[in-house]
């Protein structure tokens, strides 16, 4: 059973799919599917399956990404995450989740291009890319003499 394989397995188990619809979806024996179901956490009923995973991950048990187990630590925050790999690529498909201030958005305008800018959470920005930051610093100059 290859990775892409076990990865289709745990994503349909999640959305309450059985056994026997996982295995003629893949073509594999529904044997292997149940096995592996068991040994990952998404045996039982499909629909409980669902539920208790999302309870797991309520309660910081298995990673909010892969449903790996976490080990916590003693003190401190309790992980969400494996990995900081799991964190990032997380954050990257639930950037609506994310909790962003009004009085954190910044409007400028670009000393090179002149163009209106957006940016969040910094305060000194100049420029509306590393682009203009370039073209503004080192070919003004040469523009200039031309």
């Keep these: 059973m290859t990775e892409v394989e076990k990865q ?3 994503e ?19 044997d292997s599917i149940r096995g592996y ?4 956490g998404l045996a039982g009923d499909s629909k409980a399956v669902s539920l208790n995973v ?3 991950i309520n309660q910081h048990l298995i990673c ?3 449903s790996k187990p ?15 790999e799991c964190r990032r690529k997380w954050w990257n498909e639930n950037q609506d989740k994310r909790n962003k201030k009004e009085s954190a958005i910044y409007k400028y305008i ?15 920005r100049k420029y509306c890319s590393h682009n203009c930051y370039i073209k503004s610093r080192f070919w003004k100059d040469e523009e200039d003499g031309i």
Excluded: D, M
């Design 54 to 56: 999302n309870e797991q």
């Design 64 to 66: 909010a990404r892969c």
């Design 12 to 30: 349909l188990r999640l959305k309450g799919i059985g056994y026997k619809a996982i295995a003629a979806i893949l073509g594999i024996s529904r």
């Design 8 to 10: 289709q397995i745990h």
């Design 70 to 84: 976490l080990v916590q630590n003693q003190r401190g925050r309790s992980k969400r995450f494996c990995s900081e």
């Design 37 to 40: 179901c068991k040994r990952n």
């Design 110 to 124: 670009c000393p090179n291009c002149n163009k209106e800018f957006t940016c969040y959470g910094n305060r000194n």
